[in-house]
């Protein structure tokens, strides 16, 4: 069984930083793409931020430039920086990987609990 465990979030002014962790956990034989979804009340779960396991990485256009994802492959575990947050940032944070347990299985995308995000004065 594969565990996503973040953690890094919390209540931020706007105009202030935090930065998300999520490690994965259990029987990992590879993790292809890493990303970083939100959701907020009322409305559906909008992709933030992902990176592909070479590096690349795409970003929502509401948060370019603001937030940077990052990942340490040996350690299985994926970043969210976020600098200058607004009030609109506020959401529950979900982490997402695609991960292979074993050399003959496929990819399965795992999600991790969330986090909640808020951003506020």
């Known amino acids: 069984q594969v565990q996503l465990a973040e953690s890094g979030g919390g209540l931020v002014q706007p105009g202030g930083s935090l930065r998300l962790s999520c490690a994965a956990s259990g029987i990992i034989f590879s993790i292809n793409a890493m990303g970083w979804y939100r959701q907020a009340p009322g409305k559906p779960r909008e992709l933030v931020a992902a990176i592909t396991s070479g590096g690349s990485t795409n970003y929502a256009d509401s948060v370019q430039g603001r937030f940077a994802i990052s990942r340490d492959n040996a350690k299985n575990t994926v970043y969210l920086q976020m600098n200058s947050l607004k009030p609109e940032d506020t959401a529950v944070y979900y982490c997402?990987?695609?991960?292979?347990?074993?050399?003959?299985?496929?990819?399965?995308?795992?999600w991790g609990q969330g986090t909640q995000v808020t951003v506020s004065s």
């Open positions: 997402n990987a695609d991960i292979r347990r074993y050399m003959w299985s496929s990819e399965v995308p795992n």
